[in-house]
């Protein structure tokens, strides 16, 4: 589970988020949505422990991350936006690199790295060097590596970023998979039917702030908008939200 | 400290696997120096015999008015050409390197027993010709005082009278001392070394991991920062140390087979210069390591980096050349120095020269402390916030 109670980040001047609270909870999909600019990277960074908030907490399973940020990051599994994987390094080894860096012995990573190699269909590159992986192997990759010590939370920073269809079908798939098991999963996007087919709540964030943090029927029914997108829309507070 | 050695590991294998990274390493890092120092001694030391076993061309102007001194340069190996029409260009021109004229009233002065003057045209700013010219001059004297002698004992008179005080040179230089400029420079070559082997290293761990967007997320990992820093750190000095032993080492073996006798200098490439060298270069390759990736990390690029590291590596050319130019006793304080230390060091170990085993001792601890001082504070840096993030 992700508690944030009240988050300031600035940045010299430019105010990124101001006064953020949401929870996510374990088994839920909550989708963190918003425009371009709106705070959402700066929000997942405090809460992978990347940046320190200004003001507010961050509880990741009843973990201060300011007190224990080493151990919050030992029950988050993270796909940031930057997913770039080392090149003179085949999938497995890419996976295993970061399943030492838990603290994981070599029979589970390899144990796990073989488990995720099936679920996530990588046998054609499992032992090729990364370099000239496609937008979607190279994707496969970096969430196999994020899962490798089988966290609690997941937090993914626009997951379909460049996938092409198939791929953002199979993704989706396996967001509700990891739903299933129980997990906590989070992440972040600007596209419409993404957090409308997935996510059991939605945390609308506009201009640093949260404006809406309820299921997207409750969301609809509460803007009077047949269709999530107008609903949006009107949460955000004006047309050239979208255009940010 | 576990994760420190698995970065570590990491890192070194994944760089033995590129290939570019390794030809630095292995290759052109090592060879840079003693090519190009074996070249400059070859150079050196054939332009000088050359010159000195060769005849010396001389243009003469007026050879006809002093046919007794023409005739004693010939026989002393020097080889007579025609008059140049305009000397001052020709030598300036470097045409040749210095023109005798004798004017036509030499053989009046001469035959009244004068001082007959002649005219030595040469540009001392020309290095090369020093040599020609010293040469010359010295045929000239030596002409003009056994001239003199024979005219003193043809007036009945003792030539030796001349001679109030005789100097006797007692020359404590030996060949080593005496080929002191040239090795000031060396050390410099190893340092460039060291610098080579561990540069790409040194930009990955910052800027070139934040360019191919792998540092944010590496550091979502549950290691703090400092951990993952040392590993990087430790591969990359591994790196540079590599590329130095080899270095020394080719050094060692290329410099077997330097004519250096034949200008006068001898080097002591043995065991103990390999020993300590290395042993003194040990904590100096650490503190390059650390210089390269703290300044690494202030680019916003790979490109930017490698700028960065270019300039870095013409810092510890201003010592070198201090030394070079203004050959100094070596003093304790100068041991104690980074960069300084060494170069004295090595220097001196290749003359033969002794060192005390509390210089190379003083030399490691210092530059130890040194490379301490600038992990520490590379390690703040990569702590800041702004490190993962694409600029």
Not at chain 2, 108 to 117: D, F, I, R, T
Not at chain 2, 307 to 328: E, K, R
């Amino acid at each position: 589970m992700i508690e944030v109670r009240d988050l300031h980040k600035a940045f010299g001047k430019v105010v990124a988020v101001a006064g953020a609270s949401f929870v996510a909870r374990d088994g839920e999909i909550t989708g963190l949505l918003g425009p371009n600019g709106a705070g959402k990277t700066t929000t997942l960074r405090c809460l992978y422990t990347l940046m320190r908030p200004d003001r507010g907490s961050i509880r990741v399973d009843g973990i201060d991350a300011m007190v224990d940020p080493v151990a919050v990051r030992h029950r988050l599994g993270v796909l940031p936006d930057a997913r770039g994987l080392y090149k003179h390094l085949s999938a497995r080894e890419n996976i295993a690199y970061f399943g030492r860096l838990h603290g994981l012995d070599e029979a589970t990573i390899k144990q796990r790295t073989d488990a995720a190699i099936a679920t996530l269909d990588m046998h054609d590159i499992a032992d090729r060097y990364a370099e000239g992986y496609s937008q979607g192997q190279r994707v496969k990759t970096a969430i196999a590596r994020a899962l490798i010590h089988d966290p609690r939370n997941v937090i993914l920073d626009e997951p379909t970023n460049g996938l092409d269809v198939m791929a953002t079908r199979a993704m989706r798939e396996f967001l509700k998979r990891l739903k299933a098991e129980g997990r906590c999963v989070l992440f972040s996007s600007h596209i419409m039917q993404e957090v409308a087919a997935l996510c059991d709540r939605i945390v609308v964030i506009a201009k640093g702030r949260v404006v809406a943090d309820d299921t997207p029927l409750a969301l609809r029914e509460r803007t009077g908008e047949a269709n999530l997108e107008d609903a949006f829309v009107k949460l955000i507070g004006s047309e050239e939200g979208l255009a940010a | 400290m576990k994760s420190t050695m698995v970065v570590f590991l990491k890192e070194v294998r994944e760089n033995l696997r590129d290939r570019r990274t390794v030809i630095n390493t292995l290759v052109t890092g090592p060879l840079m120096a003693p090519l190009i120092f074996v070249l400059l001694i070859n150079t050196l030391v054939t332009r000088e015999l050359d010159k000195a076993e060769k005849p010396l061309p001389l243009p003469v102007i007026g050879a006809e008015y002093a046919p007794n001194l023409v005739a004693a340069l010939a026989q002393a190996d020097v080889e007579i050409k025609p008059a140049p029409s305009d000397p001052e260009r020709a030598v300036r021109d470097q045409d040749v390197d210095v023109v005798l004229r004798i004017p036509a009233s030499f053989t009046q002065s001469w035959q009244n027993g004068e001082p007959a003057q002649v005219e030595m045209i040469y540009d001392a700013s020309q290095r090369d010709a020093g040599g020609t010219v010293a040469r010359l001059r010295a045929m000239l004297d030596h002409y003009s005082t056994r001239t003199g002698a024979l005219r003193l004992l043809s007036r009945g008179l003792s030539p030796s009278i001349l001679k109030a005080v005789t100097v006797a040179d007692r020359d404590q230089s030996t060949p080593q001392s005496r080929s002191g400029n040239l090795f000031a420079m060396l050390p410099y070559f190893f340092i460039l070394g060291g610098f080579i082997g561990g540069m790409a290293l040194a930009i990955d761990t910052t800027a070139g991991e934040r360019e191919r967007q792998s540092l944010e997320p590496l550091l979502a990992n549950p290691v703090p920062r400092w951990q993952l820093l040392a590993g990087k750190l430790s591969a990359t000095t591994t790196f540079a140390i590599t590329t130095v032993l080899l270095s020394i080492l080719a050094f060692s073996v290329v410099g077997h087979y330097l004519p250096t006798e034949k200008i006068g200098m001898s080097m002591q490439l043995g065991p103990r210069f390999l020993v300590c060298t290395m042993f003194v270069m040990l904590p100096l390759a650490a503190l390059l390591a650390g210089l390269q990736t703290l300044v690494a990390a202030f680019a916003k690029s790979y490109r930017e980096a490698q700028t960065y590291l270019s300039l870095l590596m013409f810092v510890p050319v201003i010592p070198t050349m201090m030394l070079s130019l203004m050959p100094v006793k070596a003093q304790m304080w100068m041991y104690a120095l980074p960069l300084m230390g060494q170069q004295v060091i090595i220097t001196r170990l290749m003359r033969g020269d002794p060192v005390p085993d509390s210089a190379l001792a003083l030399s490691f601890v210092c530059s130890a402390i040194a490379a301490l001082l600038v992990a520490a504070v590379t390690v703040r840096v990569y702590r800041s916030e702004r490190l993962a993030i694409s600029a």
